[in-house]
T-cell receptor, first 110, second 116 residues
């Protein structure tokens, strides 16, 4: 079946270091979304990417959608303790349901 | 932004009993809602798609008779875990797309179910 692979599963960084999580799909995606789930909370939408090669920024967060629309990345510059949580990508094929990656759990050491 | 309210946020029940979880879209209509299950340190696993006015669509491996879904109105979907067992203990979360299918999913707060 359709899968969205996300790596790494865990990432421990020192405050101030950068962080990147990657998603790969075996199938071309119509769009990809990113969510953040804080410990004990529910996923919260961050952004949606639709166009091939699209790059979007939200303050210290940079989101990229690959040229082939099969991969995506989320990069956080100079991590802060507030960045702690699990980041999920979710891809959609055509008008199908969102398929979530397994998530990357980010911990930040002060 | 759009709000999806899920209730209860946590529940403890005895083995063999049934538990109903509600998911409400508070400020928009949702013809479709999704129910997920999340195990500790794992991702969201889609269980079923709830469709207003028609039967839910279940993912492979999800027991229809075990997890009853009812989408009685454009703002309410319910998931009933019947004859719960300890292995059903998990975090259940619903989501609803707003307006168009390609927009973001708004998640409920989730329900932590513990079966003892």
């Amino acid at each position: 079946g359709q899968q969205v692979m996300q790596i790494p599963q865990y990432q421990h960084v020192q405050e101030g270091e950068d962080f990147t999580t990657y998603c790969n799909s075996s199938t071309t995606l119509s769009n990809i979304q990113w969510y953040k789930q804080r410990p004990g909370g529910h996923p919260v939408f961050l952004i949606q990417l639709v166009k091939s090669g699209e790059v979007k920024k939200q303050k210290r967060l940079t989101f990229q959608f690959g040229e082939a629309k099969k991969n995506s990345s989320l990069h956080i510059t100079a991590t802060q303790p507030t960045d702690v949580g699990t980041y999920f990508c979710a891809g959609r094929v055509g008008l199908g349901n969102l398929i979530f990656g397994k998530g990357t759990k980010l911990s930040v050491k002060p | 932004g759009a709000v999806v309210s899920q209730h209860p946020s946590w529940v403890i029940c005895k083995s063999g009993t049934s538990v109903k979880i509600e998911c409400r879209s508070l400020d928009f209509q949702a013809t479709t809602m999704f129910w997920y299950r999340q195990f500790p340190k794992q991702s969201l696993m889609l269980m079923a798609t709830s469709n207003e006015g028609s039967k839910a669509t279940y993912e492979q491996g999800v027991e229809k008779d075990k997890f009853l879904i009812n989408h009685a109105s454009l703002t309410l979907s319910t998931l009933t875990v019947t004859s719960a067992h300890p292995e059903d203990s998990s975090f259940y979360i619903c989501s609803a797309p707003h307006q168009q299918m390609n927009t973001e999913a708004f998640f409920g707060q989730g329900t932590r179910l513990t079966v003892v």
